[in-house]
């Protein structure tokens, strides 16, 4: 199975500030990429498909990129409802498969 | 605005059958795939397996062997059975929307395998 892997673990951020998330798969997963968000005892929600495009309502500060096995999700200018955990997921090949996420926390 | 609400046991004893609902509202069932994903606890996301509401099925290799899911259109439920489970099936499991990208998720329910 492709294994995803995301970096940092965590990422301390001060608000009004860029982060930068990164997620490499094991093999190319072309431009199959999606990235969720998780709050604490939230269940994820989806940001962008398709390593690019973003979910309805999403707001234009999160931005996603990339292509083959390095993608990129982008948050412009944080906000304190952006710190949460980030996962990318794969949907190139069966199975599925998730990173383990990055937990953007406040600086 | 369509919601997802899983239900079913949050305790399952070592090599019994975990089983859970989730129940569709505020959208139809028909013209989407359904999915299942879970959580262990301070892990990160699994993908179990999908159904689409016609029936065709997708499940993960590794859980393959252990896993039933089904979907009822007249309820707008579809269901998750893994049979003989031990405590590394201890995890929150959600329902959602979509396969293979996840657009509406439930919230999720905590099952614990423990005698």
């Known amino acids: 199975e492709i294994v995803m892997t995301q970096s940092p673990a965590t990422l301390s951020v001060s608000p009004g500030e860029r982060a930068t998330l990164s997620c490499r798969a094991s093999?190319?997963?072309?431009?199959?990429l999606a990235w969720y968000q998780q709050k604490p005892g939230q269940a994820p929600r989806l940001l962008i498909s398709g390593a690019s495009t973003r979910a309805t309502g999403v707001p234009a500060a999160f931005s996603g990129s990339g292509s083959g096995t390095e993608f990129t999700l982008t948050i412009s200018s944080l906000q304190s409802e952006d710190f949460a955990v980030y996962f990318c997921q794969q949907y190139n090949d069966w199975p599925l498969t998730f990173g383990q996420g990055t937990k953007v926390e406040i600086k | 605005q369509v919601q997802l609400q899983t239900s079913g046991p949050g305790l399952v004893k070592p090599s019994e059958t975990l089983s859970l609902t989730c129940t569709i509202s505020g959208g139809s069932i028909t013209g989407y795939y359904w999915s299942w994903i879970r959580q262990p606890p301070g892990k990160g996301l699994e993908s179990i397996g999908y159904?689409?509401?016609?029936?065709?099925?997708g499940y993960n290799p590794s859980l393959q062997s252990r896993l039933t899911i089904s979907v009822d259109t007249s309820k707008s439920q579809f269901s998750l059975k893994l049979n003989s489970v031990t405590a590394a099936d201890t995890a929150v499991y959600y329902c959602a929307r979509g396969s293979p990208v996840f657009d509406r998720w439930g919230q999720g329910t905590l099952v614990t395998v423990s005698s």
């Open positions: 093999q190319s997963v072309s431009i199959n």
């Open positions: 159904i689409h509401y016609s029936g065709s099925i």
